[in-house]
Every structure is written in C-alpha cells, then in structure tokens.
C-alpha cells in the first residue's frame, strides 16, 4: 500500500485534489457569469439614461455624451462589478484558493 503523510493512501489524495480542482473552476464560472451580468446591467443603464437625456426637457441631463468623463465612467463600472460580486462567491473563491495552493503531499512508497 502506497501512502501519503498521515496515513491517507494516493488515491484518496488525488480525488481530494480533483475536487479542489473542480471546486475552483465552479467558482470562477460564477465569477465570470456574475461579471458578465453586472456589465450587461451597466450597458443597458446606460441605453436608458442616453434614452431619458433625448426625451426629458427638464434641467438633470445624463452627461454620458462628454468624452472626458469616460475614464472616471469605466473606474464606476469596475468598481460596480466588484461590489456586486457577493461576499460569499469571493470568500468560496478564497477559500478554494488557498485549499489548492496550499496543499503540499508528499508520498511515501
């Protein structure tokens, strides 16, 4: 029987590897998936404010048309996307992170 450090055999180590490994790639899929939808939100936000400054006459206007205000615009969209991404995804996310990396096996035949 091939073992590793406390007493767990190569083949439990490499499943337990295996899910980490998937546990990752299940948070980064609801990483992307949350960004995704966070930009397509902040897209259509916009299309709407463009839409309500053509229609309104009133004094508030959406200023999206100035082309200095872009950068400052993009810093509130990342800034946004990062919020809304839950506390708990980014604590998973970590959590998994660490699990992975910090998994030092060493076998013993």
């Not at 839950?86 to 030092?104: C, D, G, I, P």
Request: aromatic share 2%.
């Amino acid at each position: 029987m091939t073992t590793v450090n406390q007493g767990m055999r190569v083949e439990e180590t490499k499943q337990i590897m295996a899910q980490c490994v998937a546990n990752a790639i299940e948070a980064i899929a609801i990483y992307e998936t949350k960004t995704s939808m966070t930009r397509e939100a902040m897209s259509q936000t916009k299309r709407l404010g463009d839409k309500v400054a053509k229609n309104a006459s009133n004094k508030k206007k959406w200023e999206g048309n100035h082309s200095g205000n872009s950068s400052q615009q993009n810093k509130g969209l990342k800034g946004l996307e990062h919020t809304l991404l839950s506390q708990a995804t980014r604590k998973s996310m970590l959590e998994t992170y660490h699990r992975v990396t910090s998994a030092s096996i060493t076998i013993i035949a």
